[in-house]
């Protein structure tokens, strides 16, 4: 198997070196970056197969960077924010971001959830055969990771929003529980109130249109359902 390569972006020399010492020991090749500026010199010489990328940055900050990635990469982010903040976790997962944590994680545990999106990554990856897939007004190409609707409008998804919708669209009018789609979507447990999947359910709700909750309905207490008549694979 071909080695991970993580990219570090914060402006803290001490967590910059403790991560990279941390993460190559446990197997992957770490780069850093201080700022944006720096960041982008070392993605233009070097893929990363995910990003920790801090939202307390000099210049450019971290939820800026992240929505310029989002413009042409689909590569995992994990958003590094501080401890009080559920605003600047909320407003990453809505610009695109695939997860965060706050800066008081233990090491075991970034290491689990960076193994879970790269598991995810590269099973949806590795799925993602050429095929499209067709419901209401949108077709669904699981190969480019877009949305077109009949209008032909194109929507780009994220990572966690792509499975997301996968997951929607595999289980048409079935309820799919929160702890299910965490697993799913960031390959760990959902956390006590966790809002993450209330935004990223918000975003598939955006890009679909659907201001009036009708195609994802919220079902209370138990999760969500994909209300669709047909799903036709193409």
Known sequence: MDQKIILVVDDSEEIREALSAYLSRSGFMVITAADGDEMWQKISKTAPHLIILDIMLPGDDGLTLCGQLRQHSHVPIIMLTAVCEEADRIAGLEIGADDYI??????????????????????????????????LDWTFDTVKRQLIHRTGEVVQLSGADFSLLT???????????????????????????????????????????????????????????LAVEYVQEL
């Open 102 to 135: 706050t800066k008081t994680f233990s090491p075991r545990e970034l290491l689990a959830r960076i193994k879970a999106l790269l598991r995810r990554s590269h099973y949806h990856t590795s799925q993602a055969i050429s095929r499209r897939i067709a419901f």
């Open 167 to 225: 997951l929607l669209l595999q289980s048409p009018n079935k309820v799919i529980s929160r702890d299910h789609i965490a697993q799913c979507v960031w390959g760990r447990d959902a956390e006590p109130m966790e809002r993450g999947i209330d935004v990223q359910i918000s975003r598939i709700r955006k890009h679909l249109h659907d201001h009036q909750r009708s195609i994802i309905l919220t079902i209370r207490n138990k999760g969500y359902m």
